[in-house]
C-alpha cells in the first residue's frame, strides 16, 4: 500500500471514531474531542490527496492550510470547553440534553 492510501485509511477510521463520538456520546467534553477528531481527519484527508497528486511530495499550500485549520481548531475547541465549564458550573451536569434547562 502506497503513503497516500495508508494516510486515506487512516483518515476514514478517524472520521468513523469522530462520527461515532458524535453520535454516541451525551457528555459536552466527548463531543468537542470528537469534533477534534473529525477536523484531524479532515487534515489528514488533505495531506493524503496532496501526496498521491504530488507522486510522494506534499504541497507547501496544502501544509499552510493545515496548520492554519489546526490552529483555528484549536481555539474552538478551547472556546467550547470554556462553555463546557461555565455550564457545568451553572448546572452541575455536562449531559448535553440538560442543556434545555438553560432557557430562561
Given at each position: 500500500m502506497m503513503e497516500g492510501e495508508l494516510l486515506l485509511a487512516v483518515s476514514?477510521?478517524?472520521l468513523a471514531l469522530g462520527l461515532y463520538g458524535l453520535a454516541a456520546k451525551r457528555n459536552l467534553v466527548r463531543l468537542?474531542?470528537?469534533l477534534e477528531i473529525?477536523?484531524?481527519a479532515a487534515?489528514?484527508?488533505f495531506t493524503a490527496m496532496s501526496v498521491m497528486a504530488g507522486r510522494g511530495l506534499s504541497d507547501p499550500l496544502v501544509?499552510?492550510?493545515i496548520i492554519i485549520v489546526l490552529a483555528i481548531g484549536g481555539c474552538i475547541a478551547a472556546f467550547g470547553l470554556a462553555l463546557a465549564l461555565a455550564i457545568y458550573k451553572r448546572l452541575g451536569t455536562l449531559?448535553?440534553?440538560e442543556l434545555d434547562k438553560l432557557r430562561g
Open positions: 476514514l477510521a478517524l468537542i474531542i470528537a473529525l477536523v484531524n487534515c489528514l484527508c501544509c499552510v492550510l449531559d448535553a440534553w
